[in-house]
């Protein structure tokens, strides 16, 4: 399994952004992904989930409502809509795979074996 994220950079708040999470080796059917996230100095935390098959999501409540997760299956890539972004979403986002973790483990970092590089997300007041 590879995952290669991209699409990060320098917008302002309020704007909007689109990540994409490129992967290579993973079938829906069997690989839950997952976006998350490390500002400078703090520990990696969760931003959203798209489980594998049904591809049912969920979000951490800082970011419900302005962020959405997506896939394209024909082109192996899941992606990460970024609206209305803010000053405190700046920071490295990760995507993750993981076959057959379960619904409910899905935003918890440990689950995972498999992540992208990470690409930076800074947002300017």
């Known amino acids: 399994v590879q995952l290669q994220a991209s699409g990060g950079g320098l917008v302002q708040a309020g704007g909007s952004l689109t990540l994409s999470c490129a992967a290579s080796g993973v079938t829906y059917s069997r690989y839950g992904m997952a976006w998350f996230r490390q500002a400078p100095g703090k520990e990696r935390e969760f931003v959203g989930y798209l489980h594998r098959n049904s591809g049912g999501t969920y979000y951490a409540d800082s970011v419900k409502g302005r962020f959405t997760i997506s896939r394209d299956s024909a082109k192996n890539t899941m992606y990460l809509r970024m609206n209305n972004l803010k000053p405190e979403d700046t920071a490295v986002y990760y995507c993750?795979?993981?076959?057959?973790?379960?619904?409910?483990?899905?935003?918890?970092?440990?689950?995972?074996?498999?992540w992208g590089q990470g690409t930076l997300v800074t947002v300017s007041s």
């Open positions: 993750a795979a993981q076959a057959g973790i379960i619904y409910s483990s899905g935003g918890n970092s440990r689950a995972y074996n498999h």
